[in-house]
């Protein structure tokens, strides 16, 4: 739960694999289809602007990007949001069994409590009374 090194490592390789599962499916499904509608083998193909003898393919770039957005959602629905939820209920957990932590004395608390303190002793403890000073 803190992030240790077999945990990451682990995300590293399920990611990778999820990874090539989303783009097999953007190239061999997604592509394909929407190459039909622009009338093109795949959507690599699709939305090519030749300018001189360079050709421009925003198909492949649109592709790139739903590939992107498909791997993250993934990533997020089945990994980031479950683990999200396992941390929330586990941290409500270790909360039930436990009072409340009680806030920290300040340093002005401190003081203030030093000065009832000496109020209530009085001047038979040592504390003059307010106002009046006292010489030896």
């Known amino acids: 739960m803190?992030?240790?090194?077999?945990?990451?490592?682990?995300?590293v390789v399920i990611g990778a694999a999820f990874t090539a599962v989303v783009n097999s499916i953007v190239a061999n499904l997604i592509n394909p289809l929407i190459g039909l509608l622009f009338k093109a083998e795949s959507l690599d193909e699709a939305l090519v602007v030749t300018i001189g003898d360079a050709d421009f393919r925003f198909g492949a770039i649109i592709g790139a990007i739903i590939s992107f957005l498909?791997?993250?959602?993934?990533?997020?629905?089945?990994?980031?949001?479950?683990?999200?939820?396992?941390?929330?209920?586990?941290e409500a957990k270790r909360k039930a069994g436990q009072p409340d932590p009680e806030e920290p004395e300040t340093e002005l608390t401190v003081l203030a409590q030093i000065r009832d303190l000496l109020a209530e002793?009085?001047?038979?403890?040592?504390?003059?009374?307010?106002?009046?000073?006292t010489e030896p």
């Open 2 to 11: 803190r992030g240790n090194v077999i945990d990451l490592a682990v995300a």
């Open 70 to 90: 498909a791997v993250a959602a993934v990533v997020y629905f089945v990994f980031v949001m479950p683990m999200n939820h396992f941390k929330e209920r586990a």
């Open 121 to 133: 002793q009085g001047p038979a403890a040592g504390g003059a009374p307010a106002g009046r000073h």
